[in-house]
């Protein structure tokens, strides 16, 4: 597993969960990316901005294993996720690779284009609860993550204010 950075993709909390960080009654959100492409047909980037950036973990794959990671992963992301082949780049260095990429289009029944506004996002995250835990603690993990590699692109997917706007709803904490 390594660090690895994707262009032209932005991640964003606008996929309903009702089976890990919400329920049927209350859904919460989680993290899905959104290629620039999608990301101007839906007006939220104009055409020629430098291209979005944003930052995870890639993991490689013994092929002996292939089938069955991801048939296990397809089972995990079956709310609306399509598999899409991106180019990454391990922030350690070395040549850029080719990896599958789980996005959640906007045109899924899951993807929630008002959660797209962060006070609005904010406000379901402070609050669902699911059976992996708390929506807060989902963005926690991932925002503290992300300070930990010490790079300086985090700005670009707007889950630092994200997370700011949360634990304003949550009381400061």
């Given amino acids: 597993a390594y660090p690895c950075r994707v262009r032209g993709w932005g991640r964003f909390f606008a996929q309903r969960s009702t089976d890990h960080r919400g329920t049927p009654e209350k859904p919460g ?5 959104l290629s620039d492409s999608q990301l101007e047909a839906i007006g939220l980037r ?15 794959i013994a092929a002996a294993n292939a089938e069955g990671v991801l048939a296990d992963l397809d089972f995990r992301e079956k709310g609306g996720y399509t598999r899409d082949v991106v180019m ?14 789980y996005s959640a289009t906007p ?20 609050s669902a609860v699911g059976p992996s835990g708390q929506n807060a603690e989902y963005l926690s993990n991932l925002t503290q993550w992300l300070r930990s590699l010490d790079v300086d692109d985090l700005e670009e997917d707007g889950l630092m204010d994200l997370e700011a706007r949360v634990n304003e709803l949550q009381g400061g904490q």
Avoid: H
């Avoid at 104009?46 to 490689?60: F, L």
């Avoid at 990454?88 to 990429?101: F, R």
């Avoid at 045109?107 to 402070?126: G, Q």
């Fill in 46 to 60: 104009r055409e020629g901005a430098p291209p979005s950036v944003t930052i995870g973990m890639g993991y490689e």
């Fill in 88 to 101: 990454v780049e391990p922030l350690s260095g070395g040549a850029p690779m080719k990896a599958l990429l």
């Fill in 29 to 33: 959100l989680v993290a899905t990316m």
């Fill in 107 to 126: 045109d899924n029944p899951n993807f929630d284009r008002t959660m797209l506004d962060p006070d609005a996002a904010a406000a379901v995250i402070a």
